[in-house]
């Protein structure tokens, strides 16, 4: 039978549950037997390779030593089942430190490695490398010896969220191979809903932003630059459901009442104020009462059980805001608020909005290590009695073999004769890592820098002349962008934004190391990583951001040369053809030059010919200048005499013109005689 029910060689079956104990320490004297023999059930039902229980509010919901005592039984019991006797090596990690209220997490985490699993190791995180163990080892945490630290220990900081101040939360990370599987398994506890008023005053509430930060703090905690472990992260971790989208649709019908506790003492304290809602068909039909920690739903145990609540799920959104977490389907009732009786153990608590608060989640790189060829199962342990005021919640699968040419697994004796321990160096597949991707905006700037590079590589070949080049800076397209110069004015300033707040990055992650004695010395390694992760992120955007806007500027400059070599080159060329056509007459009159030479004689006696008509052309010049001027003083002469002659024949014109009137005047006087 057990054959049958273990997995092949070929795949690792896991058996990862979670569960919120605080109720099981506060009645272990009747719970114990029960949740021992439902959890162990639950584990020789499957026969999983390797076993690993997350445990919240361990000790109880208030801590002191008497309680922490109950722990050590707590553990006894578990090892003493019959159930673990094929388990040959285990750890066990409980946070021990309750007297520091500043750093206790209440966490317990227990792992046990079936003995068919050849080799099973853990990471040491002060080391930097893997152990193998062969053995049971309980842990408390901190670790007090420097020389090893297989857990860390992580409480979510004051400053993280107001509610984070005076929780006992946070959370504790272990790293595993086994047999040629790597991953991550962290054990986690997130805020509560502490007052159902607050709950319900606003969607999302302000718890749900409490958590959104304390997860999101996790997420950048395993962040460890561009590669990712794969990753299971399963604890309770308080998600609730919408309380006030809930209450709007249990109350669609109903008026709203307020009422205030009578009498005295607490009864007429505002703590016992409460919310109720009336049928509006019938007042006298109650709906719902909500009060500080009451949520009395009159129909609840019918209505958030049937079909396991799945109407419920529309309104379980915390998880929607990290895509990049997985988690299977849920086919199971909300895993919290049970009674604490063990006479009602199906029955739900009147004090909170029934939830889904105990998860197992993982990142893509485990998600996709999953055998989809498997039985796989996510459920609740002990749905039908009492488990305290949590079911808890496992989840049951089988990882891939991960083998591979590109795997490469080296162990080396650490040559400790008191134990059978070895070192273990890795080199991991491509299979056990995913590749983050850069966000858009440093995407896209980085981009933009390959672009520039090479574009400035282009404009550096020797075979493209400047002058093509200034044809193509004259093109349309070109000037198109020249003429909408804010553009370029943009994008400088975009770029210089994204430079600043990589520089405020920088110098933000620079003075964020933190001194590893604050926050204990398991703490330290994930911190160490944490931050030099951070900070090389933001000295890679730098780089980008930095190198963008200075190519920016060297392509400008050097596209000013190269407009300018091409004008330089067209100028030289119309010089150099100018100079050319200079030449080209010299040689022309050179040529003319020589070949006077050769007629030398001839040449000679041109000229003397030439010089003597000369002389006779200038002799025959002086005998007609002569004969000009003696021919002037002729027309001189006959100028004058015609202005003497032309003043004659005016007077004379004048005296004839009196004669007549005296002659008009002669023969008027005789024709007068005449009539008389």
């Known amino acids: 039978m057990l054959s049958d029910r273990m997995e092949d060689s070929d795949g690792l079956s896991l058996l990862l549950v979670t569960a919120n104990v605080g109720t099981l320490f506060e009645m272990a004297d009747v719970l114990m037997e029960i949740w021992m023999a439902e959890f162990g059930e639950c584990v020789a039902q499957r026969q999983p390779k390797f076993i690993a229980l997350h445990c919240q509010e361990i000790g109880g919901k208030i801590v002191d030593e008497e309680t922490m005592v109950q722990t050590n039984a707590f553990c006894e019991k578990m090892h003493s089942q019959s159930v673990f006797s094929n388990y040959d090596r285990g750890r066990t990690f409980i946070d021990a430190e309750f007297e520091s209220t500043g750093k206790f997490t209440a966490l317990g985490s227990f792992y046990f490695v ?14 930097r490398e893997f152990t193998e163990f062969r053995d049971y080892e309980a842990v408390a945490l901190p670790v007090s010896s420097d020389d090893r630290c297989t857990a860390q220990r992580m409480r979510f900081p004051p400053d993280l969220h107001p509610l984070a101040t005076g929780n006992r939360k946070g959370f504790i990370i272990t790293r595993w191979m086994i047999d040629d599987r790597i991953f991550d398994l962290i054990n986690i506890h997130m805020f509560h809903d502490a007052n159902n008023f607050v709950a319900m005053e606003s969607s999302p509430s302000s718890y ?40 709007k649709k249990l109350t669609e019908n109903g008026i709203r009442q307020e009422v205030i506790g009578n009498g005295t003492g607490e009864d007429s304290s505002p703590a016992r104020r409460k919310i109720r809602y009336v049928d509006s068909q019938d007042l006298n039909k109650l709906l719902l009462t909500v009060g500080k920690k009451t949520f009395d739903y009159y129909e609840a145990q019918d209505a958030f059980r049937t079909d396991n609540g799945k109407w419920l799920r529309t309104f379980d959104n915390e998880l929607s805001v990290f895509p990049q977490l997985h988690e299977k389907e849920i086919t199971f009732p909300p895993s919290y608020p049970y009674e604490e009786d063990v006479d009602r153990g199906t029955s739900l608590m009147k004090t909170r909005c029934p939830a889904w608060c ?71 597949s491509d299979e056990h890592w995913s590749y983050r991707k850069m966000s858009l905006q440093w995407t896209v700037i980085a981009a933009i820098l390959y672009a520039e590079i090479a574009f400035t590589v282009l404009m550096l ?12 800076f004259n ?38 190391f933190v001194d590893m004695s604050d926050v204990g010395g398991a703490q330290a390694p994930a911190a160490e990583v944490q931050f030099h992760m951070k900070l090389f992120r933001a000295q890679r955007n730098f780089y980008i951001a930095g190198f963008a806007l200075f190519m920016f500027f060297i392509i400008k400059s050097l596209a000013g040369k190269l407009a300018y070599e091409a004008q330089l080159i067209i100028s030289n060329s119309a010089v150099i053809k100018q100079a050319e056509n200079a030449s080209k007459m010299a040689r022309e009159m050179l ?35 002569k004969e000009m001027e003696a021919k002037n003083k002729e027309v001189e002469a006959m100028k004058r005499q015609s202005d003497g002659l032309t003043t004659e024949y005016d007077r004379l014109l004048r005296e ?12 008027g006087d005789v024709e007068a005689e005449k009539d008389l």
């Not at 079936?114 to 080391?127: C, E, L, N, T, Y």
């Not at 089988?398 to 590109?406: D, I, W």
């Not at 909408?484 to 992650?509: E, F, N, P, T, W």
């Not at 004839?656 to 023969?667: C, D, G, M, P, R």
Request: a positive charge; glycine letters at 4%; charged letters at 25%.
């Open 461 to 472: 070949m020797p075979f493209i002349s400047p002058t093509t080049w200034n044809k193509f």
């Open 208 to 247: 749900t932003e409490a958590r959104k930060a304390a997860l999101q703090h996790v997420m950048d905690t395993l962040d460890r630059g561009d590669v990712t472990e794969p990753f299971f992260l399963f604890g309770d971790f308080n998600f609730r459901l919408d309380s006030h989208e809930v209450v």
């Open 591 to 625: 040529s003319e030059q020589g070949k006077g030479k050769n007629a030398g004689g001839a040449i000679a006696e041109s000229e003397a010919a030439a010089k003597a008509h000369i002389l006779k052309l200038e002799t025959d010049l002086r005998a007609a200048a």
């Open 475 to 512: 093109s349309r397209l070109v000037l198109l962008i020249k003429k909408y110069k804010y553009i370029q004015h943009i994008l400088v300033g975009v770029m210089g934004l994204l430079l600043l707040d990589a520089v405020r990055d920088v110098s933000r992650y620079t003075k964020s």
């Open 656 to 667: 004839h013109e009196k004669l007549q009137k005296a002659h008009k005047l002669v023969v």
């Open 358 to 428: 105990d998860r197992v989640l993982m990142n893509s790189s485990a998600w996709n290590l999953i055998d989809r060829r498997k039985k796989e199962e996510y459920s609740l342990i002990g749905p039908s009695v009492c488990m305290g005021d949590h079911k808890p919640v496992f989840l049951y699968v089988s990882l891939t073999s991960t083998v591979n040419k590109r795997n490469i697994v080296s162990v080396t004796n650490e040559g400790d004769s008191r134990t059978s321990k070895s070192k273990v160096s890795v080199v991991r």
């Open 114 to 127: 079936h003995k068919s699993v050849r080799h099973a190791h853990i990471w040491d995180f002060k080391r």
